[in-house]
């Protein structure tokens, strides 16, 4: 399957977006519209941090397993994710990069490595409804740089 990615600018430099995503408990803030029950486990925050979540996308629900596999401070954070049972594997990708104007353009992208037939037969509504998530997920996460940066300036 083709993987999905969606991208925002925010103000904040590429160190306090990364920062903020390298702590696996900070995601279900701008998330949770979507992955809820959020159980951690390891490190709380760079390779080996974890997270068994309830993914609720188009009618369905199940458990999703993220774990933090690689990161880049202040560049990219990536993720593996195990869901279905183990049909589904996945990797998420947070780059983030400098804007010449100040700020960072931050993406995310999903690639499937591996999906259950139903997601296949199904590849451009499954798309189209994680394209959907993650563009609300950036909305969200854009959000809470803004909360989160104006509390540590505090």
Known sequence: MKSVTVSIDVP???E???????VMAHHERFTN??????????????VGSCATVTAALGGTKTDVTIEVVEADAPRRIVERNVSAAGRRLAHGVYTIKPLRTGGSRLSFTYAWARAPLADRLLAPVVRATMQRANRTVMRRLAAELIRHVSAAGS
């Not at 306090?16 to 390298?22: A, R």
């Open 16 to 22: 306090q977006v990364y920062d903020f995503l390298d």
């Open 33 to 46: 519209h979507y992955l809820t029950d959020w159980r951690y486990s390891g490190p709380g925050r760079g």
């Open 12 to 14: 904040q430099t590429p």
